[in-house]
Structure formats: C-alpha cells, structure tokens
C-alpha cells in the first residue's frame, strides 16, 4: 500500500505539464539520435545532458531517462532496416531483424519491436519501482566499507568483460579515476594537481570529457571517412501489422527477454550487450519448430533481444537509485546529472528527495506510452531522419556540444576539454582502447576515494574491516570472483576442450 | 565501418597500442612522482595523496604490462585516414580550436555562424546550404537557450564594444 502511495505521488509529480513534456521531448530525441549510426546512447545522452541541467531536477531527470530508453528504442529501426545498429544494444537485432525485414516484413518487425519495448518497459518498470524500493531499505545498513567494495566491484566487473583486453580497459579505468583526483578534494576542500592554475582547480567534469570522447570523436570520424548515412526504403504504416503467427511467435520471447534483461540490468557489467546474446541464445536453445531460422529471419531472435535491450535500460537505474553507484556509462551519466542538480545519490535518496525517484518511476510508464505512441506513426519520419544532410546533422551537432557545455559554468576551460578528448577519443578508438571504463572510472572514482578514507577513518588504517563484516566480506568475495572468474572459466573451457579432443 | 558506427573495438596492432600505452605510463608516471609528493594521512590512507598514489602506481604498472607483453594475438584496428582524408579531420579540429578562441571576443553568434559555414563546407555542403544553415542555427539557439531556457550566452566583447560606443 505504501509502495501503491508513493507511485500515486509520482504520477502526481510525473503528470504535471512539464513534466509530461520532458517525457515526450526525451523520449523523441532519444529516438532520433538513436536512430542515427554513430552516436550511440552515451553520445545522445552526453550531447543533450547540458540542456537539461537548466531544469529543476526531476525535470531534467525525467527528459534524461527519456532520451536513453528513445535512443535505445531508436538503435532499433537501424538495425533492422540498415542492419547497422545504432548502438551496441541492437548487434544481436541486426541478424534476424534485418533478415526478417529482407523477407519485405521491415514493417512488422518495428511493430514488434516498438510493442516488444513497451512491454519489457512497462514489466521492467514495475520491478524497478519494488527492486529500489527494496534494495534502498538493505542499503541503509552499507556504510563506507560497503560503499567501497560496491564501486570496486562495478569497476572490476566492467574492465573484466567490456572490451576485448582485460588490462587495456584497467588501464583506461585507472586514467578515469586520476582525472577524477584533479581538482578540489571533496573530502578535505584541499586542491590537488592543479599546479597553481584556476582552471584545472575547476578539475575535469563528467559531461565535456564524455561528449568528447563518445560525440565529438564520433564526429572527426564522420568527416574523416566522408561515407554520409546510408539511405533506407521509406516503410508505410499499413504494412506494420504482423500476422498472428508472428506475433504468437512474438510475444513469448518478449515475456522471456524482458525478464532476462531485467535481472542482468541489476548485475555489475555490460547489461545491455550481455542480455541481448543471452536472450538470443535462451530463444534458440529452446526453439523446437523454427530452429533452422535462427540467422534467417526468426521473430524469436529479434523480438526477445529486443525486449532484453529495453529491460536492461530501465533495471540499470536500480543500483543507482539506490545505492548511488552505476553499473554503467549510460547510468554513471544519470547519476552525474544528479550530483550536478545538487542531489546527493545513495541509500537516503529515496527518503530524501522521494518526488525525484517517484516522479522519475513515473515518468518511465509515460515516456513507456509515448514511446508506442511516436514511433509507431512516426516510422517513416525516422526513416527519413537518415535523409537529413550530413553536413547539416555534424554542424549542429559540433554546436550545440559547445553551447550546451559551455552554458553549463560559463567556462571555456570545459570546452578546452571537450574538444581536447573528441581528438584523444577519436585516437583512442582508432587504435582500440575501450573509452567505456575511463568515463566510469571518472565517476566511481570519487565515489571509492571517499568510501575508502571514510573506511580508513572508521577502522584506524586497519584494511581487515573489509573481512570482518558480513556484507563488506561477501562483497570482497565477489571482488576475487570478478577478477579470477573469468580467467577460471577460459581455463575450464581450454582444458574441456583438450579433454573432448583426446 | 560498422565496428565504428556501434563504438565497438576491434582488435588492435601491436605497435601502434605499445606506443600509445608507452605515452599513456609516462604520463602515469608524472602523475605518480606529483601523488607521492601529497600527504597519505593519519592513519595512513587517509590523506588526500593515498588514492593517487594508489591509482598512480597501478596505472604505471599497467601501462608497462600493455607496453611490454606479447601481443601477437591481436590483429590490425584498420586503416588511418590519410591524405585528404586526414586532413579534413585536421581541419575540423582546427576549426574547433579557431572557435573557442573567437567565441570570447566574436560572441555565440558570429562564432557559432562562421563555424557552421567552414564546418558544413568541410563536410561538403554547396555555399548557399551552409550559409542557410549557418543562419538559422544560431537564430535556433538563441530561441531555445537565450529566450526559453533562460540561459546567459556569452554575446563578446566586439559585440559589447560596439553596443557601449
């Protein structure tokens, strides 16, 4: 009843006019900047993270989660009409999506993709609105040791499985949290690595190196290439209506996605990949009649990781709503949009600011509808989206990176830095360092250099205060799992493999 | 193309991500000599130099490990963009740098408009294409950040110049 109390005063907070308009606006730009290949969530969201940091706080909360379901939803129309995903979440769509769409069905697959991410959204939410809630109450009783191990394990995760090199992305990791230490310390007020100089006291902020690693390097790559978006038939709304078979064939395997990516959501690491090659997996393992389609066009491969991409972008925020620690890059942004409103995340901000989380919950089943709404009618819209001008899509893009950053401390110092990390990015991904771990890094940095010197404080300098307590102990463990479990795995493997052999 | 397009890494050459990670340890290593510099605490760990001294050591310790190991399982990232290629990327970063010098003294709107006539050129817009664009973006900014959002943009001093005499 109480949790039934607190989702009526979301909507209460979520239904106001502006609000719905941030859901809509949101949830509209996401789609289009997902729809275009290259820019990815992270570069929407960083992109447009500026312009709503000039609202208040659910406001500007409510139009970020739009723009990242929207974008997530929008990698999807690439991906089965291009078959080029829009972001990495939509990989496993561009297999069946797009050959289902060859079969002259491009129509029915977005239908069963738009109404595929309703359904794991509006399923993922409900979870989201009772995980939070409950893992906010057991993350009262975490304190700074907990804290501590709960940003490693973030981290470690991340570095383990992202990428294609374990000690590349540690070393991007690492880049991110001495970044993080340029500045005023939060925890004494003291400056460090600032050489006496005022602009690198105001440190590196999270959105001008994001927007610079993830939209401006984007961008030099664009105009180095010169390839232009590639054109796609324009799809009429007619010829959207699966057939009941599809759509038999359907809605089980969004059931399914839709729980497989909202328990991976909650886990550390790379939910959004991870859970559409799982979903894709769970559907062809238990596929009896239409095994030999798999790869060829089967509804089960596209709809499920669909489902699963959408799922994971609404579970990812349980860790930070309630924990105040990300879990991911899309995520880490949200949460520095918060500290940026002057939110403090963590256990205390449900009890705190509950219009921020509640009115956020809310948002969601609004932004959800709207979803369905807009992107059902506006299909062709989309498609043409990929028509637009190059040149006219890179210009505005470069300048509203500037303006947006720039407005958000009048500094010309950050936009030194946004230009001076799209370059750095832009080499970064060129030669293949993962940038993923160094914006993560940037932000559990100063989350884990707090938790450990309160910890240091707390226990005397004495480092088995992370075994001696239940919670920190079971975390610790899952520290080594981290590191040493996938090492053990690829060994179990090998030697299973020498063993069949022999 | 693709591998690009999604931001996913492909396998790089060796040489290329030995030198980068030779910049990336000295770098590290610069960072580390600064952090040792900085008080650790008390109890130890507790000063504001025990988590960059930390990260320091870790991160100069990882850099040599991607320097020097063996990394002949990896294969090339693809070609660099080279001749004009290269350059129009050059020329875009240049005009990046070119506007945040002009954008204190020139304004938002001067700044932002000659940016999107060169930038939209560079990407290969025809001249009245980028002088459209280059109009009425600025115009668009204006509306949304001066007049609905409310935000101060910095208007310059040619244009503060010009409005005191």
């Known amino acids: 009843m109480d949790l039934l109390g607190q989702m009526v005063g979301g909507f209460a907070v979520a239904l106001q006019p502006v609000n719905i308009g941030a859901a809509l606006l949101g949830a509209l730009v996401g789609t289009a900047t997902g729809v275009l290949p290259g820019l990815g969530v992270l570069g929407a969201m960083a992109i447009l993270m500026p312009i709503t940091i000039h609202f208040s706080a659910v406001t500007g909360l409510i139009m970020l989660a739009g723009i990242y379901y929207g974008a997530m939803y929008g990698g999807s129309t690439t991906a089965i009409l291009l078959r080029i995903p829009g972001e990495g979440g939509s990989i496993v769509t561009t297999i069946d999506g797009y050959e289902f769409a060859r079969k002259g069905r491009a129509g029915a697959a977005l239908m069963i993709c738009a109404v595929g991410s309703f359904i794991a959204g509006t399923i993922s939410i409900v979870g989201l609105s009772f995980f939070t809630t409950i893992l906010a109450d057991v993350a009262l009783r975490f304190s700074s040791p907990e804290f501590c191990l709960l940003a490693l394990l973030g981290a470690l995760t991340l570095v383990r499985i992202t990428g294609n090199d374990p000690a590349q992305n540690t070393l991007m990791l690492l880049v991110g949290v001495a970044l993080a230490t340029i500045g005023v310390d939060a925890v004494s007020g003291d400056t460090r690595f600032t050489f006496d100089t005022n602009f690198l006291g105001l440190g590196f902020d999270l959105v001008p190196i994001t927007l610079g690693l993830y939209g401006l390097s984007e961008l030099f790559h664009l105009l180095a290439s010169h390839t232009g978006f590639p054109r796609a038939d324009t799809v009429r709304l007619r010829d959207m209506i699966p057939t009941r078979s599809e759509w038999s064939r359907a809605w089980p395997a969004i059931v399914r996605g839709s729980g497989i990516g909202f328990l991976i959501g909650l886990l550390p690491g790379p939910g959004s990949l991870t859970s559409t090659f799982a979903s894709y997996g769970v559907e062809k393992a238990i596929a009896r009649t239409h095994r030999d389609e798999f790869g060829k066009g089967a509804v089960e491969g596209f709809a499920g990781p669909e489902a699963a991409n959408n799922a994971v972008a609404t579970s990812a925020l349980v860790p930070v709503l309630s924990l105040g620690i990300p879990f991911t890059p899309n995520v880490a942004l949200m949460l520095g949009a918060l500290i940026v409103q002057g939110i403090q995340p963590g256990p205390l901000l449900l009890s705190q600011h509950p219009d921020v989380v509640w009115g956020l919950l809310a948002s969601m089943y609004i932004g959800n509808v709207a979803l369905l709404a807009l992107n059902l009618p506006l299909v062709g819209l989309w498609v043409r989206l990929l028509r637009v001008p190059q040149y006219a899509l890179i210009g505005f893009i470069f300048a509203i990176s500037f303006i947006g950053v720039y407005t958000m401390r009048s500094s010309y110092w950050d936009l030194c830095v946004l230009v001076g990390f799209g370059a750095i990015g832009a080499i970064l991904r060129q030669i293949g360092f993962d940038l993923a771990p160094l914006v993560l890094g940037l932000v559990i940095g100063p989350i884990f250099e707090k938790a450990l010197r309160e910890t240091l404080f707390l226990s005397g300098g004495d480092l088995s205060i992370f075994v001696t307590r239940p919670i920190s102990a079971t975390l610790s463990a899952l520290c080594v799992v981290a590191v040493v479990g996938p090492t053990l795995a690829t060994l179990w493997r090998r030697r299973a493999a020498v063993t069949k052999q022999v | ?165």
Not at chain 2, 134 to 141: E, H, L, S
């Open chain 2, 1 to 165: 193309m693709v591998e690009a397009a999604i931001g996913v890494d492909v396998p790089s050459a060796p040489k290329i991500v030995r030198s980068a990670s030779l910049i990336l340890t000295a770098l590290g290593l610069f960072y580390l000599h600064q952090a040792s510099m900085m008080p650790l605490g008390d109890p130890p760990g507790t000063g504001i130099g025990a988590v960059p001294l930390m990260v320091g050591t870790c991160w100069v310790a990882f850099g040599l490990y991607v320097t020097i190991r063996n990394q002949s399982g990896l294969v090339d990232s693809g070609p660099w963009p080279k001749g004009r290629a290269a350059l129009r990327a050059l020329y875009a970063l240049l005009l990046c740098v070119v506007y945040i010098v002009g954008l204190p003294f020139l304004g938002i709107f001067i700044t932002t408009g000659v940016f999107l006539v060169l930038m939209a050129r560079l990407a290969g817009a025809p001249s009245t294409s980028a002088l459209v664009v280059a109009v009425m973006t600025p115009i668009a900014f204006w509306v949304i950040f001066s007049l609905g959002l409310k935000v101060s943009l910095p208007y310059g001093s040619l244009l503060a110049a010009v409005l005191g005499s």
